[in-house]
């Protein structure tokens, strides 16, 4: 396989563009910023799936040049791998990342604007936060040091994350505290009762696997809401981690309270008190996926390797 597809190559690449973009955004040069965030992001996300297998790097249409290539059958004037849409598309469906990360979606459409001169940024937009988060979300599924990762800038991408951190912490904390005071409100003149029997009209779900046609399987776990203490439910995508004996572990996507309308996306889950991997169990703590579900739908661990600093 051609050097420039294996996994040492994707992830020095991934590191240039991860250093260059950050030299660019202290010079506030936006675009370069942009294209190079995105890049880094591509080449990183390619590297996780070289890394399971050469063969998540194909498009699954046109010709067969590059299916010959990566097999060594014969050598490919043109190699046509995915894009950065479908190879994020790829770790999603591998529980690798969220399945909902819109600013994600963003970054990449916003990489691809600057690169055919059509680029919209909204202020309100934070891609620093965003590059780093998810950049470190993979180096972290690839075992890779991230001080050895970001360098010298090891430091503003702590910093950036900190501060984030906190602001999420403060949104949620007054989310929380907003759905408890409008549910008090709503049943502070009325019996115990009139709360209890709303209670019991909310829709019940049937926690476990859900498998559609439209969207990719989930899983419903029930949890209680930080906000109301009710059950909510949690969805979560395919088991990130199985061990013999032992319910299947998987991570939080979203969180739904029909009683309090509460809600948390992927990245408010830890500082509402959810752990990154949860089990997948009941309220009772039985099991949600049998062996078999468990077995076909996670993927299969990777091998760890080391990056060596150049």
């Not at 009139?194 to 859900?210: H, I, K, N, S």
């Not at 996507?253 to 500082?271: D, G, Y």
Request: with cysteine.
């Amino acid at each position: 396989m051609d050097d420039s597809l294996s996994f040492e190559s994707l992830l020095r690449g991934a590191r240039k563009f991860a250093r260059s973009a950050l030299e660019a955004h202290s010079t506030e040069n936006e675009e370069v910023f942009l294209l190079h965030a995105g890049v880094s992001i591509e080449r990183l996300a390619k590297a996780a799936l070289v890394r399971k297998s050469p063969f998540l790097l194909m498009e699954m249409k046109g010709k067969d040049d590059t299916l010959f290539h990566l097999t060594g059958v014969r050598q490919a004037t043109k190699l046509r791998t995915v894009g950065a849409g479908q190879a994020i598309g790829r770790l999603r469906d591998m529980a690798v990342l969220p399945q909902r990360d819109p600013d994600l979606d963003e970054l990449i459409e916003l990489r691809n604007g600057v690169a055919h001169l059509m680029a919209s940024v909204d202020e309100a937009f934070d891609g620093l936060t965003v590059f780093c988060r998810v950049t470190n979300q993979l180096l972290e599924h690839l075992k890779r040091n991230q001080g050895l990762y970001w360098g010298s800038r090891s430091n503003v991408v702590s910093i950036t994350l900190s501060d984030a951190h906190e602001k999420v912490e403060r949104d949620v904390a007054r989310r929380i505290e907003q759905a408890r005071r409008l549910l008090k409100k709503r049943f502070e003149d009325l019996p115990q009762a009139a709360l209890e029997g709303f209670v019991a009209t909310r829709p019940q779900l049937d926690y476990g696997l859900q498998v559609t046609d439209e969207r990719p399987p989930k899983v419903f776990v029930p949890w209680k809401c930080p906000a109301c203490g009710h059950t909510a439910v949690l969805t979560t995508g395919p088991p990130n981690r199985i061990t013999y004996g032992e319910p299947a572990q998987s991570s939080p996507e979203s969180l739904l309270c029909f009683v309090c309308r509460f809600t948390l996306n992927p990245h408010e889950m830890q500082v509402a008190g959810i752990a990154n991997s949860i089990p997948l169990v009941d309220e009772s703590g039985a099991r949600l996926l049998t062996d078999v579900e468990e077995f076909l739908w996670s993927p299969q661990p990777d091998v760890d390797d080391d990056l060596h600093d150049d």
